[in-house]
T-cell receptor
């Protein structure tokens, strides 16, 4: 089954404790991205990657890091989480060879930073 | 950069009624306009999209219209059903999968 898998689904952590949210897709997509969803603000892009070793900042990159060492994986790293990073996070992937097309989203990770 | 505004933020309708959600965009270079449906506890899922060379597209009970001159596009759902209840997001893109989303519309369809 074609899918984007995020882990964990739920995470509660304390301020300053480094964490990683994993994202993996099995569709051989070149493009992967991370979004955060906050009430009244919709989905905002954090980082994106157009292929292996090619990452770039989205609209709200402060406090986040990403890496793309393999095509299928695109982890999101919070080196020193703060309460304002409490949010619902989504990873998405899509192919690049057909121009703009459907983005496939993971199930989401609800992060709470206390 | 691109900015997408979406209205209304909440919409309540009776089963069988029609629902319309409207979005406006700012960047005239945007050429791709998808609509995503997000059910509770799930990630957004594409339900319909339209490209800038088309004015209208329909898929069963859902349709999208695009007015490039006015820079707005709308989602129309006819004969609404309780399972249409969800949050709907519009988005706009100028290319290379860069999507800018609206703030979402919570649609509630009452039986």
């Amino acid at each position: 089954e074609a899918q984007v898998t995020q882990n964990p689904r739920y995470l509660i952590t304390v301020t300053g404790k480094k964490l990683t949210v994993t994202c993996s897709q099995n569709m051989n997509h070149e493009y992967m991205s991370w979004y955060r969803q906050d009430p009244g603000l919709g989905l905002r892009q954090i980082y994106y990657s157009m292929n292996v070793e090619a990452t770039d900042k989205g609209d709200v990159p402060e406090g986040y890091k990403v890496s793309r060492k393999e095509k299928r994986n695109f982890p999101l790293i919070l080196e020193s989480p703060s309460p304002n990073q409490t949010s619902l996070y989504f990873c998405a992937s899509s192919p690049l060879d057909r121009g703009n097309t459907e983005a496939f989203f993971g199930q989401g990770t609800r992060l709470t930073v206390v | 950069g691109e900015n997408v505004e979406q209205h209304p933020s909440t919409l309540s309708v009776q089963e069988g009624d029609s629902a319309v959600i409207k979005c406006t965009y700012s960047d005239s270079a945007s050429n791709y306009f998808p609509w995503y449906k997000q059910e509770l506890g799930k990630g957004p899922q594409l339900i319909i999209d339209i490209r800038s060379n088309v004015g209208e597209k329909k898929d069963q009970r859902i349709a999208v219209t695009l007015n490039k001159t006015a820079k707005h596009f709308s989602l129309h759902i006819t004969e609404t059903q309780p399972e249409d209840s969800a949050v709907y997001f519009c988005a706009a893109s100028t290319g290379f999968q860069k999507l800018v989303f609206g703030t979402g519309t919570r649609l509630l369809v009452s039986p």
